[in-house]
């Protein structure tokens, strides 16, 4: 297998704080004793103790580059299973780049994306639902996600789907018992009773399994089209999010050309507002109407903002609007309440069923961004978010095999209601028990490997 | 082809058979089948299939191991279904998979009639003599030496040897080193196979007593009676053929009062002080064990079977006990129906030699000598359907192996046969093996009813299945299949004689156009009773009909489990190479490595089967595997 060196800057690069350059493998202390030499002016890093931290220098040949604090935390019990010196230096980017280059220079390679998570997950240091949980924890976003994945790189995740593995392991192991000696252990009335376990048990797993919205929301944002009729005030709204103080706003690319996407961090909730241009462009266009707006990006979207302006009477355009959105998360967003209302807010929930919420905001006064916080949050991620006892599932393999699960679940209650023999449970109570036991990497198949090879990027 | 040198018979063959039990009849009947010249040694001619302990063949999963072999074309299926008192179809409250075929046997009738089999095999010769030693030439089998000095020079041996080598039977403090009924143990033979790389071990099993007949007051018991009508265990037996006059078994109970003079006398059982070095079975344990283990239970079932026609004496099944002969004759007094019973034989435990099946190929040759094949009990397995089972097995492989063809093997997925052999190939067994419902993964798919449409290809291509017998399984699965067909093609209009009929069994009007096989599938009607709305239907036999009715009425489920077991193929088609350097392997746990070093596991399916190899390894493996076999590609 792969035994290069590798090394990387594994701290965000910013100006003036602290950087931190890892470097894993079978080398790491000879490369870093070419480089390092402590008050004394030598160093030789294996004779220091493992798990240990040293103060000294970083030198490019005579030339002082940092002052520095080094980590020596020798195989097998680091995060690789590899020896791994970790340099802590003060300088700066600049800084940065340069001990890293020189650790190249003598002899490491550069780390790819993610590779100390690759080796920590082939030296059998973690399993797949962690190594998920490390890369999440890089391109982590906000405070929750950033709780998140630290919650399940504890193995939360890992505890919580085993349990429930036990649960089906328990009523296959009773069935099976019942089938080989009917003598000792009777199946009288026990499908009763496997109907209420089958049914927590799905329960848990539904909970698991909408989590991965919750988590997804939490790592990547709230995907979120503002739609109404021409000049209700979509823009305004924009800006009045884009605008507002503790709001960072980030251009990103669209994903077709012709729209732009901002991303907008309201402290917890993350919004990914889509077609900003759009929004931009379209107020002053008169033709361009918001039922065709809402037509195109309510597919993509996770909620929709359905802005109304209470100063003039609700139109067709409204209603259509509306219905295209029914199916969807929506908070109605009453505009311009700083002018006389013609339209109440009764009128304007009848528009859609099942009692959306109702946020009044005025551009113009800058107020009502709080409350539509707060709301989008209770919708989104409802209850404590940053309870750390909370885990959510932000994988896409976590969450199609905890759907394929409930799938299993939901066939063997189909088999309880028709009366099917108790041996009839056992192959989906199987199914279930092999996908919950695949989220957790305790069972493996082919498709794994090529799961690992493609996320790892692993070459030859 | 025999000459004397140094005193001593020389006799060529091509395989040696050593054991005639239900293991040994069924691998030299192969052999002898394939065309071989075929020796069966046994200690007494008179010991040919002996049923030593239980009097019936079958029982869950044990019928279909039966149905199996019978599919294949063994002989123990045809030689129950000549030899029965009583029969009895289990578990048909519950659902297909676990129904189960169970036999009372005549023991005597059925130890002659498998004798007379053998006998009339050409190229078969039954022989009786003790084996002392195997030959071992360059680290493949050449031959066996009995007791008297005659070598047999074979070019295949199949060790067959039960519950005989190094035996000792047990009733409480008395011991006697025999083999089951008193017959002669095989002292020797042990020895010559650990000379030859060969690890054995110790391992107990026990039956109860019997009892005179006379003695009992069936009156105090619930008549068990046999099906009315008896469904033949063979494929090839004419169903009429087994409709005959049966006789009845016998259910009581232990009590209480057993339970007590049981426990008070449990330092007195050898197991339990400690006198037993083997390890017994947990699934067929003794009344001693089932005592301890269900120390709520109030009473246990005691099953009161005949031992045949031509004798009185009973079995008393659930008893099996190694407690000694005074404790033994108050604990049967206690129970309703044998408080005067007299022993005719005491119940006993017996203790034997057999092998860490680890050391064997899933071919049933032993990793350690070339063209050496085992099968039963002394594989560790137990039960009498096990051991035929691994008989045919090890002889169909014996036979390839001489032939150069190649073995066959059956996984997890084609048979109960395969499970069987899969589990004593990989798993870690520290009892004897009994099968079990539990164990077979894939159990609605290997049901005992279609194992003729799962497995007579397999015997065919062997050469034990008649082109005429398995031209029989073809036209019975196209008449399945074209019923089918026609069932689900077969489409109902809303018509007033559909609407009528079905209203009057309580079934939902149609809405839209609904099959038959639509319609057959609601629980409140079935294949028969829509006869009236099917003017079409063809005339077909009861086995079509019922492969039919599985197939439409339980369709989701088998194709769920045809999923299950795709996926399962794929892991078992994923080869390791035979070239792998497990020390090449980074972060393989030691024991995994170990356990792969000593296994060599062909395909990564079998390694993930392995005791001591965890899912971890399996995906280290995995990945060194993709890394490895991406380089060869370069």
Redesign the interface.
């Known amino acids: 297998?792969d035994n290069r060196t590798i090394a990387a800057i594994s701290t965000a690069l910013s100006e003036g704080g602290i950087g931190i350059i890892r470097i894993s493998g079978g080398e790491s202390f000879d490369i870093v004793n070419r480089i390092f030499r402590d008050k004394a002016g030598k160093a030789s890093l294996l004779s220091f103790k493992t798990h240990s931290i040293h103060y000294g220098f970083i030198y490019d040949g005579d030339d002082l580059i940092d002052e520095v604090m080094v980590s020596v935390m020798k195989a097998p019990n680091t995060f690789t299973?590899e020896d791994i010196v970790e340099i802590n230096c003060h300088g700066g980017v600049l800084v940065c780049r340069k001990i890293l280059e020189l650790v190249l220079d003598k002899g490491a390679f550069l780390a790819e994306p993610g590779e100390f998570t690759k080796r920590a997950f082939?030296?059998?240091r973690i399993?797949?639902s962690r190594a998920e949980a490390v890369m999440d924890l890089i391109s982590s976003k906000n405070s929750s996600a950033l709780t998140n994945s630290v919650n399940m790189l504890r193995g939360r995740l890992y505890d919580r789907i085993r349990s429930l593995r036990e649960k089906v392991l328990y009523e296959i192991a009773f069935i099976?018992?019942a089938?080989?000696?009917p003598?000792?252990i009777s199946l009288d009335g026990y499908p009763e009773k496997f109907s209420k376990t089958v049914d927590e048990i799905y329960a848990e797993v539904m909970r698991l399994y909408d989590s991965f919205d919750k988590g997804r929301f939490i790592k990547e944002g709230i995907n979120t089209v503002i739609v109404g009729k021409p000049n209700v005030g979509k823009s305004s709204l924009m800006n009045l999010l884009s605008g507002h103080e503790r709001a960072i706003v980030t251009e990103i690319p669209g994903t077709t050309r012709d729209t732009i996407e901002e991303q907008i961090n309201l402290g917890e909730v993350s919004l990914n507002l889509i077609d900003t241009a759009g929004i931009r462009e379209t107020d002053d266009r008169v033709e361009n109407i918001g039922v065709e707006r809402a037509r195109r990006f309510l597919d993509r979207s996770d909620l929709v903002l359905f802005t109304i302006d209470t100063s003039v009477p609700l139109t067709e355009e409204d209603r259509q609007i509306a219905s295209l959105s029914a199916q969807k998360k929506v908070i109605l967003v009453l505009n311009k309440s700083d002018r006389e209302p013609v339209v109440s807010a009764e009128d304007v929930r009848d528009l859609i069923p099942g009692d959306p919420p109702v946020v009044r905001v005025s551009a113009l006064e800058g107020t009502g961004v709080k409350k539509l916080t707060s709301v989008i949050r209770e919708m989104f991620l409802s209850g404590n978010i940053s309870s750390e006892s909370e885990v959510y599932i932000t994988s896409i393999r976590q969450a199609s095999e905890l759907k394929a699960v409930s799938e299993s679940l939901d066939?063997v209650r189909k088999s309880l209601e028709?009366?099917?023999?108790?041996?009839?449970y056992s192959?989906?109570l199987?199914?279930a028990y092999s996908g919950l036991?695949r989220i957790i990497?305790?069972?493996?198949?082919?498709d794994?490997?090529n799961e690992?090879?493609s996320k790892f990027c692993?070459g030859? | 082809m025999s000459d004397i040198s140094n005193n001593h018979l020389n006799i060529d063959t091509d395989v040696c058979v050593i054991g005639a039990g239900h293991a040994g009849c069924e691998a030299g009947l192969a052999c002898a089948r394939l065309g071989l010249d075929t020796y069966i040694f046994t200690v007494s001619i008179d010991s040919i299939a002996l049923m030593p302990c239980n009097p019936n063949v079958g029982g869950s999963s044990k019928g279909h191991l039966v149905r199996e072999l019978d599919a294949l074309g063994g002989e123990m299926g045809k030689n129950i279904d000549k030899t029965f008192i009583q029969s009895k179809m289990l578990n048909v409250s519950k659902g297909p998979a676990v129904h189960s075929l169970r036999a009372q046997a005549d023991k005597s009738e059925y130890s002659r009639s498998m004798r007379r089999v053998l006998e009339k095999e050409e190229r078969l010769h039954v022989k009786q003599a003790e084996i002392v030693k195997i030959l071992v030439n360059d680290g493949s089998i050449t031959g066996v030496i009995t007791n008297t000095g005659t070598t047999y020079h074979c070019k295949a041996a199949v060790i067959a040897s039960g519950t005989y080598l190094k035996a000792r039977c047990l009733c409480g403090e008395s011991i006697t080193y025999t083999g089951p009924s008193g017959l002669q143990a095989a002292n020797s033979l042990s020895a010559s196979l650990i000379e030859n790389g060969i690890r054995l071990r110790r391992f107990k099993t026990g039956t109860p007593a019997r009892m005179e007949g006379a003695s009992l007051d069936y009156s105090k018991m619930e008549e068990q009676f046999g099906d009315e009508r008896v469904v033949p265990f063979s494929f090839s037996t004419d169903p009429e053929s087994v409709q005959k006059e049966q006789v009845s078994c016998w259910l009581t109970y232990t009590n209480e009062e057993t339970h007590k003079i049981i426990r008070a006398n449990l330092d007195r059982s050898p197991i339990y002080a400690g006198v037993i070095e083997g390890t017994g079975p947990r699934y067929c344990p003794s009344i001693e064990d089932k005592v301890v283990k269900f120390a709520e239970k109030e009473r246990h079932q005691v099953f009161i079977e005949p031992e045949g026609l031509y004798t009185d004496e009973m079995y008393v099944g659930g008893m099996s006990s190694s407690l000694p002969e005074d404790v033994q004759l108050a604990m049967y007094r206690t129970v309703p129906g044998l408080e005067n019973c007299r022993i005719v034989r005491n119940a006993y435990a017996i203790e034997y030699d057999c092998l860490e099946s680890g050391q064997l190929k899933p071919t049933l040759e032993l990793k350690a000598v070339s063209g050496l094949f085992s099968a039963g009990q002394f594989n560790g397995s137990s039960g009498y359907e096990e051991a035929a089972a691994q008989g045919l097995i090890a002889g169909i492989n014996a036979s390839m192996k001489i032939f150069g063809r190649e073995p066959l093997v059956l996984d997890r997925s084609e048979a109960y046969i395969g499970v069987l052999i899969d589990d004593l190939v990989t798993k870690d067994n520290r009892e004897p093996y009994r099968m079990m419902t539990s164990r077979a993964e894939y159990r609605l798919l290997l049901r005992q009813d279609n194992a003729d449409l799962r497995l007579r290809g397999f015997g065919h291509d062997i050469g034990l299945v008649s082109d005429e017998v398995y031209g029989k399984t073809l036209q019975k699965e196209k008449m399945i299949n074209e019923e089918i067909q026609r069932l689900k093609s077969t489409i109902l209009g809303g018509d007033a004689v559909t609407q009528e009929f079905l209203a009057s069994h309580g079934s939902a009007l149609l809405r839209t156009g609904t099959s038959l096989a639509e319609l057959m599938c609601r629980p409140e009607l079935s294949y028969e009773e829509l006869l009236p709305l099917d003017p079409g239907r063809p005339d077909l036999p009861s086995d079509v009909i019922e492969q039919v009715c599985i197939q439409i009425r339980y369709e989701g489920y088998l194709e769920r489990q045809e999923i299950q077991v795709r996926q399962f193929k794929k892991t078992e088609k994923k080869l390791i190479p035979e070239s792998i350097d497990y020390d090449d392997v980074p972060s393989l746990r030691i024991e995994a490595r170990q356990k792969l070093k000593e296994f060599r596991p062909v395909s990564v399916g079998q390694a993930s089967r392995l005791s001591g190899v965890t899912p971890a390894d399996i995906s280290v493996l995995l990945v060194y595997l993709e890394q490895y076999n991406r380089k060869t590609v370069d």
């Open positions: 297998m299973r082939l030296n059998g399993d797949l099976e018992s089938l080989d000696d003598e000792h066939m028709e009366g099917l023999p108790e041996d009839f192959i989906d199987n199914n036991s990497g305790e069972q493996v198949d082919d794994l490997v690992i090879f692993m030859k």
